[in-house]
RNA sequence: CGGGGUAUAGCGCAGUCUGGUAGCGCGGUAGUUUUGGGUACUACAGGUCGUAGGUUCGAAUCCUGCUACCCCGACCA
């Protein structure tokens, strides 16, 4: 992609309404728009990493045996008054009225609906275990949105939703989102740390919140520091696997780590002091179990070797792309820019044609791009008339994990400048062996 | 919802106290210059001063209402 035929509005100074450093980079790499109080637009830089958020979650979802779906936005008020939450919700929810006068809500989760489409399916426990995803635009109305898209009003979700026939299978579904998630956070760069949380309207009694240490955080966290050296789960880690799964998990909260609303000071305290850490943190994803709680009120039974119709045992799990974005700057940033992890940067690298008009540079820049398209890779070409120092900057402050530097010296000898991002090293070598290192 | 604050050009701001017909920096456009870490110069374009009303010969400025947005607290992916 040539930058001067993309839309990247980069910003040099900072808007005053952003406060902390991920808001602010978003706003100046031009990933965000805001367009009301916690509704953002996603501008393309911006839309490629939530893509790339969303393609990691959609992999290790379906590694772990989720299978994916999508359900509207809009729900109809009558199937919340079955589980009876559509008075209990209170504001948060946005109620609309369509022209019929029939009463509708924008989506703030979807336990009723998938409830719903499961009953009218589903009747024997031959059909389990069952988790059904889907990933789409919520809306909870906020009492006061903040930090960009890391508290907004609308925002993207990952939301999975587990049926079993009993506790004990819920159990094992329960785990199973548990050890996609450390893999899922994992491979965005980010260390998370399972919390034992409070339930919320959500309701249930088992829950974990996954956690990411950062000092602008909105909840404050206590936790044993030993998670943080803790080896995630492999790729080819056995879902299906009862006892491997069960094991991991008991690792996993092996050690203390609480949220403040769970935090039990006497129980911390029995935590080494060397290995206390009290931090703050950013809740990136959500868990739980919460057994029969929407099936039995609106009659999602199955058939059981027996029989006999019982409801089914089910579980939520709940992660937030577009909060992610944020909460990956957060932990990957510098004082020139943002850091993109490999694995969800929106461009591989950026190639800064240090003289555009060159007929060396544009078609050793050229070369490149397609050569990294070759094995796979994206580029960002910077072929616009700013000075060297102002592409250092544009690049720095995008901060693609790369930066091939091609100017009229290091072309006199048949080499071009290779960065990494996340270190600053650079090196100068032949275009092929920089993409060499790239691919590698 | 309680408390605090802001609203003037795309962005960041001055001007408001003391009323006299709007300015600076960045950015944009055209050109000259420069070219390996945000080059310099020249010219140009761009504003119903959030909105509605009031006071006044005259309102960005004074008064009243409204709206939007931000920050601090109680809710949440």
């Known amino acids: 992609m040539r930058l001067s035929r993309y839309f990247l509005p980069i ?31 996603w501008l393309p830089f911006g839309l490629r990493v939530l893509n790339r958020i969303c393609a990691v979650i959609r992999e290790e979802q379906n590694r772990s045996g989720a299978i994916e779906l999508l359900m509207p936005t809009i729900q109809s008020a009558d199937l919340w008054r079955e589980s009876g939450r559509y008075d209990a919700y209170g504001k948060e929810m946005l109620r609309i009225t369509d022209r019929h006068e029939r009463e509708m809500l924008f989506g703030p989760t979807n336990e009723e609906m998938i409830t719903e489409i499961f009953r009218g399916y589903v009747r024997s426990y031959k059909s389990l275990p069952l988790n059904l995803y889907h990933l789409q635009w919520k809306f909870r109305d906020e009492i006061r949105p903040r930090f960009g898209t890391m508290r907004s009003r609308e925002f993207l979700m990952k939301d999975a939703y587990s049926f079993d026939i009993d506790q004990a299978a819920a159990r094992h579904a329960y785990n199973r989102m548990f050890v996609a998630y450390l893999r899922t956070f994992e491979r965005m760069g980010l260390k998370s740390i399972p919390m034992r949380a409070d339930t ?29 050296d803790f080896a995630v789960p492999p790729a080819d880690t056995n879902f299906d696997s009862v006892d491997e799964l069960a094991g991991i998990v008991s690792k996993w909260t092996s050690l203390y780590a609480a949220t403040e609303e769970m935090h039990d000071a006497a129980a911390f305290a029995q935590v080494p002091q060397a290995a206390q850490v009290s931090a703050r943190g ?5 868990i739980f179990y919460f ?3 929407y099936s039995e009120p609106m ?11 019982r409801p089914v045992h089910m579980g939520s799990y709940g992660i937030g792309p577009t909060r992610l974005v944020p909460a990956i700057i957060e932990a990957s940033h510098d004082e020139a820019g943002i850091i993109w992890p490999d694995a969800i940067a929106p461009f591989n690298a950026a190639i800064l044609n240090l003289k555009p008009g060159d007929s060396a540079t544009d078609t050793v820049c050229g070369t490149l791009e397609q050569a990294l398209e070759a094995r796979g890779l994206s ?26 530097i091609v100017g009229p010296k290091g072309l006199a000898e048949g080499k071009v400048e290779l960065k990494r991002r996340a270190t600053g090293e650079r090196a100068l070598m032949s275009p092929e062996d920089a993409v060499e290192r790239i691919a590698s």
């Not at 950013?282 to 959500?286: D, R, T």
């Not at 009659?299 to 119709?309: I, L, Q, T």
């Not at 960002?380 to 060297?388: A, G, K, Q």
């Open 291 to 293: 057994g029969t709680k």
């Open 379 to 404: 580029a960002l070409v910077d072929d616009t008339d700013e000075r060297p120092g102002a592409k250092f900057a544009t690049a720095d402050l995008i901060g693609l994990p790369w930066q091939i």
């Open 11 to 41: 910003l040099r100074e900072t808007p005053k309404e952003a406060e902390i450093v991920s808001h602010r980079l978003a706003l100046r790499a031009g990933l965000i728009r805001q367009e009301s109080a916690g509704i953002y637009a």
């Open 200 to 228: 919320g309207p959500i309701g249930g009694d088992l829950s974990h919140e996954f956690i990411i240490l950062a000092s602008t955080g909105e909840s404050a966290v206590f936790c044993h520091k030993d998670y943080l």
């Open 299 to 309: 009659r999602a039974v199955v058939a059981g070797p027996d029989g006999v119709e």
């Open 282 to 286: 950013i809740e990136v994803g959500h």
